[in-house]
């Protein structure tokens, strides 16, 4: 059976999102490198391993990584 592009588009998704991750690496080191290591998991678990269980894994440490870089902290100014 013969692969079609659909089965390639997530992974291009997680891929394109490391990439974008790249640009906070010197603000975020720790989520940026988490986005950027959880993407190349879930690609290597779901073509070379097809284990879910670690798919599963690989795409918690990835929303954990972009939650943490989408939180910025508020600062309240008092006058």
């Given at each position: 059976?013969?692969?079609?592009?659909?089965?390639?588009?997530?992974?291009?998704?997680?891929?394109?999102?490391?990439?974008?991750?790249?640009?906070f690496?010197n603000?975020?080191?720790?989520?940026?490198a988490?986005?950027?290591?959880?993407?190349?998991?879930?690609?290597?678990?779901?073509?070379?391993?097809?284990?879910?269980?670690?798919?599963?894994?690989?795409?918690?440490?990835?929303?954990?990584?972009?939650?943490?870089?989408?939180?910025?902290?508020?600062?309240?100014?008092?006058?």
């Open positions: 059976m013969k692969k079609t592009c659909g089965s390639y588009s997530p992974s291009l998704l997680f891929i394109g999102l490391s990439l974008h991750a790249l640009n690496i603000t975020k080191t720790i989520s940026a988490m986005v950027i290591f959880a993407s190349f998991a879930i690609s290597f678990s779901f073509f070379v391993l097809k284990d879910g269980v670690y798919m599963l894994l690989s795409c918690v440490v990835f929303t954990l990584g972009l939650g943490l870089l989408l939180y910025r902290k508020e600062r309240i100014i008092t006058e």
